[in-house]
């Protein structure tokens, strides 16, 4: 299949790459052209990788920042080829997958797609077609969808070695993602943002577990969390309250209380465990 | 040397196994029988382990929960060894210090340690040589605390695979361990505890990495709150401030102030995994 990736960031690159290994034509587009010059130099992305390459793919996967894949798509769709399949790779849907099927050409199918991977580090020098191994990708219910391109795209999504792909409205995505992604990574940061000053050799795994993600890229993730403001303030609220009733706990002393919590909590994630 | 470990749960078995392993006689006691069977059919606890070992023994670790490592002391310490050492591992250290040196046989020397690693599982069957690998160690600086002890418990935790041992004052100890460790796991139990309901494929590598130590042992972690309830309520408020901060920021749409805070936290852990 040919397949045009525009955005060769961390993300684009490693799709490229993989998609590559495992036999599509692909080609790549970003206005860094350092990034272009490197995937035609190391043989995953074809050489006269161009624009017009646009008008003879059969998939365009969108990886920039939501706002920049929206202007990309109002700047360059006229080049779409006719029944090609859109996908983006954006991290909060509701306000992406209503914007583009509002301005999308009504004959280009447009299927959305959430890859639950990531590194700390960004740009295509950070590339790694590993990343998707054992991850979970969610496929996103668009108007528009085809039923036979929600298989192409999931089949795609394996063939990149994720281990299970789900289907969710755009909502009910946004809704998970604020508390497992965007709440844990507003949280990691906190946490490090909290502490005093790091005594080297105090630290168990735990601080280093809960603060890896706090290696975040900040335009990327102010822009997620403004993009899905209201859930994510709800998520927080959540999670704030969880804390604060052990804190109150731990107050007034109240020892049942507390081994309740922490029991509850260790029986949750047991099941989580058995479950994902 | 001879050591005798007392409480043969997680950390008390890991410690006899690897003891035992590197060349010491170990002894060990716990009133769990299964516990000390177990150890005797494996090899690595001597077959005529029994309280009267107490007499010959160099070493005398506690791994008891706090408050039973100190009635261990009273009931027992007519037995130990004039001008042995002994030590505890116990996870807060200000008040359980303050105790054995109040009741401890002033010709037994006492060096208190805090093994800065551990496992989700409870239990002797969930020993593991290997949990001490790369991990830091804490020595804590005691008033009776031989300057030759020191060295001594400092190249047995060396022994047992530690890979740096920093000194501090029990104070200082549970000050940082009330932000890198205490608030960390009721952080993972909070998040845990948040979560309405578990869709399976929803989570990225943040949730699942946030909420390992959600599985936790609720009776000692209950035990280590309470006895470290003012610094650990204090680092509690320092980190609800912070997310505080960030949530503000995010209902009043400040994207300048979000990107400054995420970028902060990304800075500090950048630094911190230079440093540690």
Known sequence: MKIFIVGLGLMGSSYAEKLHDVGHDVFGYDIQKDAILKGREEGYIAFDSDLSKLMTSDLIILALYANDNIEFIRTHQHLFKSNALLTDISGVKHTVVNQIEAILRPDV??????????????????????????????????????????????????????????????????????????????????????????????????????????NINETLWTNLFLENKELLVDAMESFQAQLEQLKQAIIHNDEKNIQDILKKGRIKRESFEKNT
């Open 109 to 214: 199918d447009f299927v959305s797609h959430h890859p639950m991977a990531g590194r700390a580090k960004k740009g295509f020098q950070s590339k790694d077609k590993t990343m998707f191994i054992q991850s979970n990708a969610i496929l996103i219910q668009t108007k528009r969808g085809k039923e036979y391109n929600y298989a192409l795209l999931s089949n795609l999504l394996i063939d990149l070695g994720f281990k299970r792909v789900i289907t969710m409205t755009p909502e009910a995505h946004d809704q998970a993602i604020a508390y497992t992604s965007q709440l844990t990574h507003a949280i990691a940061s906190s946490l490090m943002n909290g502490l005093d000053e790091v005594t080297v050799g105090t630290t168990g795994d735990s601080f280093k577990e809960l603060t890896r993600i706090a």
